[in-house]
């Protein structure tokens, strides 16, 4: 009996820890060449279809301006795209950018706060590696998540 409860409980720990692993990762489905991934009001679109190639478009709906931050999760050098500041009410536009169907993305979205939007001008001259040189009381909110494009 004692067996069978510890076969049990291991089991069960082994569905959790799996389970929580799958938590943070989001498989993006299309039937189109475009994948479509929100958050908080922010909208990001992959598009493998454009007529320039590759082509991220990052909608902010949100109240307060974000930035964003896309990487290949398995090689985080491998920038994809990166946009310090998105005004709210704003749409941007890239095509310098290269991504493929099946590859793993790290997106990372900061939504900035009122301290934030007064730091815009030190937040705009950070660059693409702007993560590292933010404040914390500048971040209203910051998610983290992979996505796979399928």
């Known amino acids: 009996?004692?067996?069978v409860i510890a076969v049990i409980m291991v089991a069960s720990l082994a569905l959790i820890m799996f389970a929580g692993c799958e938590e943070n990762t989001t498989v993006l489905q299309s039937e189109t060449e475009s994948y479509t991934y929100r958050y908080a009001n922010v909208e990001l679109i992959f598009n493998f279809d454009s007529i320039f190639g590759e082509q991220l478009?990052?909608?902010n709906a949100n109240a307060m301006p974000v930035g964003v931050y896309v990487?290949?999760?398995n090689n985080p050098d491998l920038v994809v795209f990166t946009d310090n500041?998105?005004?709210n009410g704003s749409t941007n536009t890239t095509t310098d950018i290269n991504f493929s169907e099946g590859q793993e993305l790290k997106v990372i979205?900061?939504?900035y706060s009122q301290e934030g939007i007064l730091?815009?001008?030190i937040i705009s001259l950070l660059g693409s590696n702007f993560l590292s040189g933010l404040e914390d009381t500048w971040i209203q909110e910051k998610h983290e998540e992979v996505i796979i494009l399928q």
């Open 71 to 73: 990487v290949d999760n």
């Open 85 to 87: 500041w998105t005004w």
């Open 109 to 111: 979205i900061v939504i």
């Open 57 to 59: 478009t990052l909608n």
């Open 119 to 121: 730091a815009f001008p």
């Open 1 to 3: 009996m004692a067996r």
